[in-house]
């Protein structure tokens, strides 16, 4: 059990700077946990960069031809808007192939995709034991459990984050809900959900990639074809869930976003350890 | 010298007796009313748990001196001696309780011992403190920032290597699109874990899903390149060689549908691509082909050829895949010879194309004309590509 504490031997003695108090800073992440986290930002990256150049291979959400251009598939159809739309890419040289330049490895990458996806795949996988073990080692699964109270203290959150423009127009304090726990309950929930989606993400993956020798994983899913749908939607929730996540990790603060480098939090003294985003 | 905390003393579901020990210490200087609250789940819980929630934290070094020395003498009285200097720095969780945001005043000696609950497995702890003096912490944050700077500058530069060299190209990082063989060794390392994974997987007593006619789905015509002139086919023959006889035979259609007996099934056939289709088919079992001309005793794989393939400006571009004997040998592996209960259309490979539905559609060669069994893996037109080799589904 000594694992979790190997990161904090201390340089040198203290009591050589007596004129500085000690502080106090707050176990806040676990070593692994730690490194899982930014371990996902690459592995994260890299399968969802090949994914999408998997999905234009055979895409899911198709549509009848189009007489014009001869295209089926909804995701070119949106490249083909953005360069119409968008000022400066009126002359791009091929607008189906948009999205896929600017959100993939590129069309027509199917073989070095899928290769890209087998190795972020199992490095993934791996990464979620590390990040399980971290969990366990340092008992910050416990933070992550739901709790009763959580659908109250969520609707509390969102009246809080609705009501900031207000306050700010008006010039009114606006106070953060007070939670004593680790997280907020909407935190709680984003950070339940995110180990979740991706336990998922990997049952879905296996049961697209081996549908014969796991036919009863696909059919879990409601077979084959629902379970590329499944694995495609799950992309989206990692998607949904980190743009809100780093937006308010940045708004929170250095001290937020150091713990998950350093491990430990120094709000522990003043009102600011109440507002522990991201 | 490395300090050892006792982490062990705050577990919930202590192991040891030593740790029983410590955790009737730690239940005995509860303070009765936060104990229940926590146990409640009401809304009012939160309001009473320890936590970092700074107005409502009061540590005296004293006591969490005091406490850090009972947990070491419960749990490692050896280092007790060892450890005392140090305590200082590294003090277990010492929280007070005080439910007043505005208090400020120390409450050292009225209040009782720390709380800690342990009364629950899933109940969240009150975070860990440690107190360290201000150069330490600048210390570690100066170490721990520069260490994941240098991680995150490494797995930038590693991760991004990764990407094929067209896409790298195309982001202006490279100027030429030349291979780059080490990277394409190391990826082609992970492609062949996972055709490893994809070989212990494969049984060959599973049988894979069937379905019913109603479930059937339309089959596109996926001839890589150009679809062949039908003009083959009256001259078609599958020719096999590597066989236990040393000689080689060739076969025409009519051979073997007069000599197999012909089976059907209703499978589904998945293409790399991620599309896939429900088809009727029929023909002989390739196990049935083996047993009637044995493959020498050393072959373990089968090259399946189609020498009638063109590529898509309409060119000769023989197809080849390698099929591993145990697939091959699969009660489900046909030699189909009908689709939808009719004979094979050039589209779908007449007159003879394999079925191997555990294996990816590329596997399944339509207007087979060779079959050559050997002892090495042959060659397999798609891993040319860039392609897995095993392809097993």
């Known amino acids: 059990m000594s694992l979790s504490t190997p990161t904090y031997n201390e340089p040198t003695a203290t009591g050589t700077f007596p004129g500085k108090p000690d502080v106090l ?3 806040k992440h676990h070593l692994l946990v730690r490194w899982s986290h930014w371990l996902n930002v690459p592995i994260m990256l890299g399968l969802i960069l090949s994914g999408i150049s998997i999905y234009w291979a055979s895409p899911i959400y198709q549509h009848a031809p189009d007489p014009q251009t001869g295209n089926f598939d909804y995701f070119a159809d949106i490249g083909i808007w953005v360069c119409a739309h968008v000022p400066g890419l009126h002359h791009y040289s091929s607008p189906p192939d948009w999205i896929y330049n ?13 290769r890209l996806h087998w190795l972020c795949a199992y490095l993934f996988m791996l990464n979620g034991f590390v990040y399980v073990a971290g969990l366990a080692l340092g008992e910050g699964w416990r933070s992550l459990m739901p709790r ?7 609707l509390r959150m969102i009246r809080y984050y609705i009501g900031i423009p207000f306050a700010r127009l008006t010039r009114r304090k606006w106070l953060h809900p007070r939670f004593n726990t680790k997280y907020n309950a909407l935190q709680r929930a984003a950070y339940f959900s995110v180990p979740v989606a991706g336990l998922l993400s990997v049952a879905t993956g296996w049961a697209i990639h081996k549908p014969m020798q796991l036919h009863w994983l696909a059919a879990l899913f409601g077979g084959y074809n629902a379970a590329r749908v499944w694995h495609f939607w799950l992309m989206w929730v990692f998607i949904f869930f980190v743009l809100p996540h780093v ?18 939090s120094a709000r522990v003294e003043g009102s600011e350890g109440l507002e522990n985003e991201g | 010298m490395k300090v050892k905390e006792n982490r062990d003393a705050l577990e919930p579901e202590g192991t040891s007796p030593t740790n029983a020990k410590t955790e009737q210490e730690i239940a005995a200087s509860l303070k009765p009313e936060s104990a229940e609250e926590t146990l409640s789940g009401s809304p009012r819980v939160e309001r009473s748990e320890a936590g970092k929630t700074a107005g409502e934290l009061e540590v005296s070094p004293e006591e969490s001196k005091a406490h850090a020395l009972t947990d070491v003498e419960g749990s490692e009285a050896a280092e007790v001696g060892e450890l005392q200097p140090e305590l200082d720095e590294v003090l277990g969780p010492s929280v007070d309780r005080e439910p007043e945001p ?3 005043t120390p409450s050292v000696a009225a209040e009782p011992a720390p709380a800690l609950k342990v009364n629950s497995f899933s109940r969240e702890q009150p975070p ?3 107190k360290v003096a201000p150069h330490v912490l600048r210390y570690w944050t100066r170490r721990d920032v520069l260490l994941f700077g240098a991680g995150a500058v490494a797995a930038l530069a590693g991760a991004g290597s990764l990407l094929p060299q067209a896409t790298l190209e195309r982001l202006g990082v490279i100027h030429e699109n030349k291979a780059w063989p080490k990277k394409e060794w190391f990826l082609n390392r992970a492609l062949r874990i996972d055709d490893d994974v994809a070989e212990a997987l494969y049984s060959e007593n599973r049988l894979i899903p069937t379905y019913t006619k109603s479930q059937i789905t339309p089959l596109k015509n996926n001839y890589n390149g150009a679809t062949p002139d039908p003009s083959y086919i009256p001259n078609w023959q599958l020719e096999l060689t590597g066989l236990a006889s040393g000689l080689r035979v060739s076969l025409n259609i009519r051979n073997l549908l007069s000599r197999f007996q012909m089976h059907e099934q209703i499978t589904r056939l998945v293409c790399v691509e991620g599309w896939s289709a429900v088809a009727w088919w029929s023909g002989l079992k390739f196990d049935d082909l083996l047993h009637a001309y044995p493959p020498t005793s050393q072959a373990k794989w089968v090259r399946v050829e189609s020498s009638v393939n063109l590529d898509p400006s309409g060119n000769p571009d023989p197809y080849f895949v390698s099929l591993d004997l145990p697939t091959a040998r699969h009660p489900q592996t046909l030699l189909a010879t009908h689709f939808n209960g009719q004979p094979l259309t ?3 490979g007449a007159p003879l194309r394999l079925l191997v539905p555990v294996k990816l559609g590329l596997k399944n060669v339509k207007a087979v004309t060779k079959l050559s069994f050997v002892a090495e893996e042959p060659r397999d037109y798609w891993a040319e590509r860039g392609y897995s080799r095993y392809d097993g589904i």
Request: no cysteine; net charge negative.
């Open chain 1, 25 to 27: 800073v707050a176990r």
């Open chain 1, 102 to 114: 600017h959100m993939s490895l590129g069309p027509g990458m199917l073989g070095a995709a899928l």
């Open chain 1, 148 to 154: 009763r109270t959580d659908l109250l203290d969520a």
């Open chain 1, 247 to 264: 937006i308010l990790v940045l708004a929170d603060g250095w001290d937020t976003l150091r713990s998950m480098i350093v491990g430990w």
């Open chain 2, 102 to 104: 505005a208090e400020s």
């Open chain 2, 128 to 130: 860990q403190l440690i």
């Open chain 2, 346 to 348: 050039v589209d779908h």
